[in-house]
């Protein structure tokens, strides 16, 4: 729960500071997360398809 409460106010602030932040460094910001996730997500993948071939 308390997690959840920390996580909800954490997306308040990034909201309220998005809000405020010019529209192509919100975009680019997107961006950037965006692609360090998918980088995230395929390394994931591929250890854990490693792992399991073991």
């Known amino acids: ?5 920390a996580a ?3 997306f308040g ?3 309220g500071t998005v809000a405020h ?7 680019v910001a ?3 997360i ?3 996730l998918g980088v995230f997500a ?3 993948r591929l250890r854990r398809r ?3 071939a073991r």
Not at 1 to 5: G, K, P, R, S, T
Not at 21 to 27: G, Y
């Open 1 to 5: 729960m308390l997690f959840l409460v």
């Open 8 to 10: 909800l106010l954490l």
């Open 13 to 15: 602030v990034v909201l």
């Open 21 to 27: 932040a010019p529209l192509d460094f919100t975009v």
């Open 30 to 32: 997107a961006v950037v």
């Open 34 to 36: 965006a692609v360090w």
């Open 42 to 44: 395929v390394r994931e």
């Open 50 to 52: 490693g792992t399991a």
